[in-house]
């Protein structure tokens, strides 16, 4: 099966710019989830989407960063503005769902984003 | 409160075995995870253990006791491209039938020739 896919692989921007990354789960995968991982620590997780309805945002900075999954497949995660602490991996990730209790999460290649 | 605590490093020699320690504090406890990331990349998953015991997939085997909160993951005949980062993740429901998972900060493992 294909997997889960992730863009861009690598992105620079200065402090107070936007940018937006792009999430496509695995196909049939209705749960979704964004990571921020900084190096050297586990996975943060953002925010998790079943279909296309939120299930947790709580660690989202929701002054700055905002994501959606409109049509229940593909997800866009923006961050406006970045400020340096922003520079991080973005990980994506997808499951079956809630109901596969034990369906292990599998997760893009990420993005490396550097705030300077 | 959730908490996961996991050694920061760990070395071993290649050929050789490890076991690598997880210890977990929380209520709901639905099923523990062990992940491979190795630098640069993505996490892959290793392991998955619910149920108490040991859990075995070629090099790599988990083991899980609920009542002592600990899981271990154990690697023989260590090879090189074993040198990664190992995540430890507890999936814990909560109210309705929302499940999360609690992330470790890894293990980098070190293997030496």
């Known amino acids: 099966e294909a997997g889960v896919a992730q863009s861009p692989r690598y992105k620079i921007i200065e402090k107070r710019q936007s940018v937006a990354f792009w999430c496509n789960p695995i196909?049939?995968?209705?749960?979704l989830y964004w990571y921020q991982q900084i190096l050297g620590q586990g996975p943060k997780l953002l925010i998790q989407?079943?279909?296309?309805?939120?299930?947790?945002d709580s660690q989202l900075p929701k002054d700055r960063f905002s994501a959606e999954r409109l049509k229940g497949v593909d997800s866009t995660l923006k961050i406006q503005p970045a400020k340096l602490e922003d520079s991080a991996v973005y990980l994506c990730?997808?499951?079956?769902?809630?109901?596969?209790?034990?369906?292990?999460?599998?997760f893009g290649n990420g993005t490396r984003l550097t705030v300077t | 409160g959730q908490n996961i605590d996991q050694p920061t490093e760990m070395t071993a020699t290649e050929g050789a075995i490890v076991q690598i320690n997880c210890t977990y504090q929380?209520?709901?406890?639905?099923?523990l995870f062990w992940y491979q990331q190795h630098a640069g990349e993505a996490p892959t998953f290793l392991s998955y253990?619910?149920l108490d015991g040991l859990e075995e997939k070629g090099r790599f085997s988990s083991f899980l006791s609920r009542s002592k909160g600990y899981s271990y993951l154990l690697l023989k005949e260590l090879q090189m491209k074993d040198s990664a980062s190992y995540l430890c993740?507890?999936?814990?429901?909560?109210?309705?039938?929302?499940?999360?998972?609690?992330w470790g900060l890894g293990t980098s493992l070190a293997v030496n020739p």
């Open positions: 990730a997808s499951s079956l769902g809630v109901t596969a209790y034990n369906s292990p999460l599998h």
């Open positions: 196909s049939g995968h209705a749960t």
């Open positions: 989407f079943q279909n296309n309805g939120v299930v947790d």
């Open positions: 929380t209520s709901g406890f639905n099923g």
């Open positions: 253990n619910v």
């Open positions: 993740a507890v999936m814990r429901k909560g109210a309705g039938n929302n499940r999360k998972l609690i």
